[in-house]
């Protein structure tokens, strides 16, 4: 069973870059969708955007100028760069993996990792 | 972008009760790309339902999803304590990937 586990800073400066790995075991980053999902505290689920196996992205416009997502096949991780951040982008931040070119959602999730934005 | 509406907002239920939860969508999804997760406190969403109406692995069968085009449906056919959460659909059959606003059913 493929198990994903977020790291990264907990509080991150206005204005700064927010940067988190999310590492892979269990299962091989091929043949899938790696995302990035978000949730501020108390509300709805945000989808930042993914990173296809094969090294192709596809980001949320309300972010794009933002957000940078890479992988790391070889290391069976991803990333994910969120420049200028500001309050707004206080939020828990879910690493997890999809199927979408087979009619498949989000089948697996990391726990999540809090990120606080500020000084 | 297609917006997700899920209604209501809040359900206020009992256990062996049926719950039934919608999910409205600004534009027509293909059946094929609907979700439904559940989400409780403190935990990463879950998901229960795919293509809006294939059960995940391990989804017990009092969970099912229908509908199609606008208008999609998760049913519980009977809540069990378990249950109470909250609960999102999603698409992603087309850019970028939204989610409903949730649905909490309560006790």
């Known amino acids: 069973q493929v198990q994903l586990q977020e790291s990264g800073p907990g509080l991150v400066k206005p204005s700064e870059t927010l940067s988190l790995i999310c590492t892979v075991s269990?299962?091989?980053?091929?043949?899938?969708?790696w995302n990035w999902i978000r949730q501020p505290p108390g509300k709805g689920l945000e989808w930042i955007g993914y990173i296809y196996y094969s090294g192709t992205t596809n980001y949320n416009p309300s972010l794009k100028s933002r957000v940078t997502i890479s992988v790391d096949t070889s290391k069976n991780h991803f990333s994910l760069k969120l420049t200028s951040v500001t309050a707004a982008d206080t939020a828990v931040y879910f690493c997890v993996r999809a199927g979408y070119d087979r009619g498949v959602g989000v089948d697996s999730w990391g726990q999540g990792t809090l990120v606080t934005v500020s000084s | 972008e297609i917006v997700l509406t899920q209604s209501p907002g809040t359900l206020s239920l009992s256990p062996g009760e049926r719950a039934t939860l919608s999910c409205r969508a600004s534009?027509?999804?293909?059946?094929?790309?609907l979700a439904w997760y559940q989400q409780k406190p403190g935990q990463a969403p879950r998901l229960l339902i795919y293509g809006a109406s294939s059960r995940a692995t391990g989804i017990p069968d009092r969970f099912s999803g229908s509908g199609s085009g606008t208008d999609f449906t998760l049913t519980i056919s009977r809540l069990e304590p378990e249950d109470f959460a909250v609960y999102y659909c999603q698409q992603y059959n087309s850019s970028p990937l939204t989610f409903g606003g949730g649905t909490k059913v309560e006790i």
């Open positions: 269990g299962g091989s980053i091929s043949g899938y969708y």
């Open positions: 534009q027509s999804v293909s059946s094929s790309y």
